[in-house]
């Protein structure tokens, strides 16, 4: 039988935190290129800071995000080997529209 693998988990532990992280990483990569001209091939040293920062790419900034944000609204749930995603207990759930 096949073992389910759980995705990295990207979030941070809050939500300040993690904007924090991404202004520090996103800067640090935009400053080792906008600051080529003037200071020279020592701003690339801020690109692996900013990679550092970012844990590794901006897009897995970008999923820890998204991770960030659903933490504690969903759950996966497992039975029998098939795995689905389920609001958690006490999750604010949206209202539905009211139609006239």
Not at 5 to 28: D, I, K, Q, T, W
Not at 72 to 85: A, F, I, N, Q, Y
Request: with cysteine; proline share 9%.
């Amino acid at each position: 039988m096949a073992t389910v693998r759980e995705p990295g988990n990207f979030a941070s532990a809050s939500l300040p935190r993690h904007l924090v992280r991404g202004a520090a990483g996103f800067g640090s990569l935009a400053g080792s290129v906008l600051l080529l001209p003037v200071t020279g091939p020592v701003s690339l040293l801020l690109a692996p800071v900013g990679l550092l920062v970012l844990r590794g790419c901006p897009m897995c900034w970008t999923v820890g995000l998204v991770q960030t944000l659903s933490r504690g609204r969903l759950r996966r749930e497992c039975h029998d080997g098939r795995c689905e995603l389920r609001p958690a207990d006490g999750a604010v759930r949206p209202k539905a529209e009211a139609r006239p």
